[in-house]
């Protein structure tokens, strides 16, 4: 079944320590999405690949980066994560048509603990 | 500044019954909608979607009505079985600006007894 896999599901790292939370996709979808969504809270889209071009959301910390080696890998790195950064790490896939209505496919997410 | 608004963080209905999950946003731009299900320890799941050039959009048990003039949508689900029970988030798009960033309501806890 083609899909979007993140690994690891789970992630303890300390506080100021680099951590990098992984997503991959079989679906050959073009457009790549980071959304950090917080308990009770809204999914909050931190950045989009469309190919190879990387698209940051104003207000998306400096502490948060990210790469696309190829279409089906996308990376987050979180340079220095602070206890605020503890949340699920949704990744998500899409195929760009054009006509705005394009579905974004989910990942399972990444929780990751700040310790 | 929510744009998107799911003001019930919870619902509780029957089995069988009609659950009515609503959804209210403050974007005039916003022309596409969607709603996605959540499970726990999963990632959402594509529901259903609407233009906003329709008022109405039926799949199955599932139908979303949207209210433009109200900047209104809400998803009825008919008849209401246990394994609908989830989070289901309403989002919503600018197809003019960014065809590609949705916004997100918080989520509305749906439970359906048996």
């Known amino acids: 079944d083609a899909m979007v896999i993140q690994n690891p599901r789970y992630q303890v790292t300390q506080f100021g320590k680099p951590v990098t939370l992984s997503c991959s996709q079989t679906?050959?979808?073009?457009?790549m999405y980071w959304y950090q969504q917080k308990s009770s809270q809204a999914p909050k889209l931190l950045f989009h690949y469309y190919d190879k071009d990387f698209n940051n959301e104003a207000d998306t910390p400096d502490n948060f980066q990210s790469r696309r080696p190829n279409t089906s890998f996308c990376f987050l790195d979180i340079r220095s994560p602070g206890l605020g950064d503890a949340a699920m790490y949704l990744c998500?896939?899409?195929?760009?048509?054009?006509?705005?209505?394009?579905?974004?496919?989910f990942g399972p997410g990444t929780r990751l603990t700040v310790l | 500044d929510q744009q998107v608004k799911q003001n019930s963080p919870s619902l509780s209905v029957q089995e069988g019954r009609i659950s009515i999950l609503n959804c209210d946003y403050t974007?005039?731009?916003?022309?596409?909608f969607l709603w996605y299900k959540k499970y726990p320890a999963e990632g959402p799941t594509f529901l259903i979607s609407?233009?906003?050039?329709?008022d109405k959009n039926e799949d199955g048990r599932f139908t979303v009505f949207l209210n433009k003039s109200a900047k209104h949508l809400s998803l009825h689900i008919v008849p209401s079985q246990p394994g609908d029970s989830a989070v289901y988030f309403c989002?919503?798009?600018?197809?003019?600006?960014?065809?590609?960033?949705?916004?997100f309501g918080k989520g509305t806890l749906l439970t359906v007894n048996p």
């Open positions: 974007n005039s731009m916003f022309d596409y």
């Open positions: 609407i233009s906003s050039i329709k």
């Open positions: 998500a896939t899409s195929r760009f048509s054009g006509a705005g209505t394009d579905t974004q496919y």
């Open positions: 989002a919503a798009r600018n197809s003019g600006g960014s065809n590609y960033k949705l916004t």
């Open positions: 679906l050959n979808h073009n457009v």
